[in-house]
């Protein structure tokens, strides 16, 4: 099992316990995060309390650290339900992931000053392209029909969104 480097967890704690479990929870949790890291140049620590079976900032400033929190408990929700399904999820994670574009779309299409000034759409912006562009899905838990599915359908919002950046220019 090759973990993230910014994963702090009580190693003898998880051996002691669910073992499984835990363990595959640091393994998607940590595809993930370098993941994270990766695209948005972010070094995002996490620490695992395998007793709570959650994944809590090491540090509270980190810029976007909430955003991954948010999702990858999200994603491990739906996951570790007994009811999983899938395709339940996919369908679920592009509804959200589409009407965030659709906010930032609508806002740059036809109130392009406000957004030009207002920092926090700026902001949303670059996290939103920088976190799902160039074949983003959640690793570890989609099958890899899923995955390319996911891949393929949340490239398409992207896209949707990137058509009116030009906007941005003017």
């Not at 900032?57 to 999200?74: K, M, P, T």
């Not at 996919?90 to 965030?100: A, G, K």
């Not at 779309?105 to 392009?112: A, P």
């Not at 920088?130 to 989609?142: A, S, T």
Request: net charge negative; glycine share 4%; with cysteine.
């Amino acid at each position: 099992m090759k973990l993230s480097q910014n994963i702090i967890y009580d190693s003898k704690g998880v051996q002691e316990s669910n073992f499984e479990f835990h363990t595959k929870q640091l393994e998607i949790v940590s595809l993930n995060l370098d993941d994270f890291n990766s695209r948005l140049k972010s070094n995002i620590k996490l620490n695992y309390n395998h007793k709570l079976n959650v994944f809590l900032l090491e540090s509270d400033n980190e810029q976007y650290g909430g955003v991954f929190v948010r999702h990858i408990a999200h994603c491990l929700a739906f996951y570790n339900d007994d009811n999983w399904v899938e395709d339940s999820f996919i369908i679920r994670d592009l509804y959200n992931i589409r009407n965030t574009m659709i906010n930032l779309f609508y806002h740059i299409k036809y109130d392009v000053d406000h957004f030009k000034q207002d920092d926090s759409l700026n902001s949303e912006l670059r996290l939103f392209i920088g976190r799902f562009d160039n074949e983003y899905c959640p690793l570890g838990i989609l099958s890899p029909n899923g995955s390319q599915y996911y891949k393929q359908e949340v490239q398409k919002i992207v896209d949707e969104l990137k058509s009116v950046l030009h906007f941005l220019d003017k």
